[in-house]
Nanobody, 125 residues
Framework: QVQLVESGGGLVQAGGSLRLSCQAS????????MGWFRQAPGKEREFVAA????????EYADSVKGRFAIDRDNVKMTVYLQMDSLKPEDTAVYYC??????????????????WGQGTQVTVSL
């Protein structure tokens, strides 16, 4: 089993940056693909970015390509989301999630079995 705890959210002005962290507990972190999702009020949870177990395969939602970067440190059992050039429409609760890495797609929330509690990101004008 894996427990996930996000941190690093907050309030930032448009154009600013934040770095989210997701600390995992458990012995098999390196076997999981990790994803970041977000959910804004009144909207469905949406895919943001994902990274496979080795860091060799990365996916991004079109809305964040070129602005966000995901990476992971398997020794520290942590996955990160660097968010630059933030926009008000990036405002949401951000969740990290884990799925067994079997080489499949990484953008579907239904494929993830472990979720963190989320961290709020608010981008003001």
């Amino acid at each position: 089993q894996v427990q996930l705890v996000e941190s690093g959210g907050g309030l930032v002005q448009a154009g600013g940056s934040l770095r989210l962290s997701c600390q995992a507990s458990g012995r098999t972190f390196s076997q999981y693909a990790m994803g970041w999702f977000r959910q804004a009020p009144g909207k469905e949870r949406e895919f943001v970015a994902a990274i496979n177990w080795s860091g060799g395969i990365i996916e991004y939602a079109d809305s964040v390509k070129g602005r966000f970067a995901i990476d992971r440190d398997n020794v520290k059992m942590t996955v990160y989301l660097q968010m630059d050039s933030l926009k008000p429409e990036d405002t949401a609760v951000y969740y990290c999630a884990a799925q067994y890495d079997i080489g499949g797609p990484m953008h579907e929330p239904r494929d993830y079995i472990y979720w963190g509690q989320g961290t709020q990101v608010t981008v003001s004008l």
